[in-house]
């Protein structure tokens, strides 16, 4: 029963913000990297952002980094996004993910993880 579930998600202009979340549930989450990707029409899916449940350690793609914020409230077992300085380009489905068993550098990779929400819209206009 692990369920993951985003939301947040919506219209936005370019260099406005949004905050997406993502609530966790069904399994413990202390030893896993969480994650946020996203998928663009016609393109794969890509990185954005993992961070560390117990930890807290981070990391970003370069093309988010200094605009987006990944953070996670470990007590309410949801983790959030806070997307800044928006660009059209940022526009896509985004999507969290808990990764069981990663490393901090195939946390980078979508085959890694183990469990994805149904994702969230994030539709930026110019």
């Known amino acids: 029963q692990v369920q993951l579930v985003e939301n947040g998600g919506g219209l936005v202009q370019a260099g406005g913000s949004r905050r997406l979340s993502c609530s966790a549930s069904g399994r413990t989450f202390s030893g896993d990297v969480m994650g946020w990707f996203r998928q663009a029409p016609g393109k794969e899916r890509e990185f954005v952002a993992y961070i560390t449940w117990s930890a807290g350690g981070t990391w970003y793609a370069d093309d988010v980094k200094g605009r987006f914020t990944i953070s996670r409230d470990n007590a309410k077992n949801t983790m959030y996004l806070q997307v800044n300085n928006l660009k059209p380009e940022d526009t896509a489905v985004y999507y969290c993910?808990?990764?069981?068993?990663?490393?901090?550098?195939?946390?980078?990779?979508?085959?890694?993880?183990?469990?994805w929400g149904q994702g969230t819209q994030v539709t930026v206009s110019s």
């Open positions: 993910a808990a990764c069981q068993s990663c490393t901090l550098f195939t946390a980078r990779s979508q085959h890694a993880y183990d469990y």
